[in-house]
């Protein structure tokens, strides 16, 4: 994960997050898009159950909760 992403990198300042959305795929439930609308305009990101279960540990470790 130390790694960017090939032609996108924005290191003089954060990128701020001003929204998200999931849309999960119509044939297969478990899959789908995060999108996250920033400055930059917005990230669409494939996912999965498990990436956002992952996801959610994270998250809930980054606000404090269990």
Known sequence: MDKPIQGYVRTTVP???????????PSDPSEGFLEISTDDGVLRLSISSDAARDLQIDLDQFIGEK
């Open 15 to 25: 990128l701020r997050i001003l929204d998200t959305a999931v849309q999960k795929s």
